[in-house]
Nanobody, 123 residues
Framework: VQLQASGGGLAQPGGSLSVSCVVSGRLLRINDMGWYRQAPGKRRELVASITSGGDSNYADSVKGRFTISRDNAKNTLYLQMNTLKPEDTAVYYC??????????????????WGQGTQVTVSS
């Protein structure tokens, strides 16, 4: 199972950015998915999560500004970030709870992470 994140970049305060994450592999089912972030010198924190049915949850710091979504047909997770603040600057990681098949076609379950993508908010 692999998670490939893309997007992010540089935005001014008040601006918008988006990130996406594609899950690939011998997939059986993708359960909960989420976006986390880690700023320099800080612990990784949950930004938002979404169930396979589309129920979402947000950190208080991003409520009303960020929107998490997923396209189950494309195995893709999205995060739309609006009204960005300098404190949103961090490396953003996607995560997925996945049921999959290994090379012996035995079912496995695990939490997988993407490689991280940088989001910088600065004037």
């Amino acid at each position: 199972v692999q998670l490939q994140a893309s997007g992010g970049g540089l935005a001014q305060p008040g601006g918008s950015l988006s990130v996406s994450c594609v899950v690939s592999g011998r997939l059986l089912r993708i359960n909960d998915m989420g976006w986390y972030r880690q700023a320099p010198g800080k612990r990784r924190e949950l930004v938002a999560s979404i169930t396979s049915g589309g129920d979402s949850n947000y950190a208080d710091s991003v409520k009303g500004r960020f929107t998490i979504s997923r396209d189950n047909a494309k195995n893709t997770l999205y995060l739309q970030m609006n009204t960005l603040k300098p404190e949103d600057t961090a490396v953003y990681y996607c995560s997925a709870d996945v049921n999959s098949f290994n090379s012996a076609y035995e079912m496995e379950a695990g939490i997988y992470w993407g490689q991280g993508t940088q989001v910088t908010v600065s004037s």
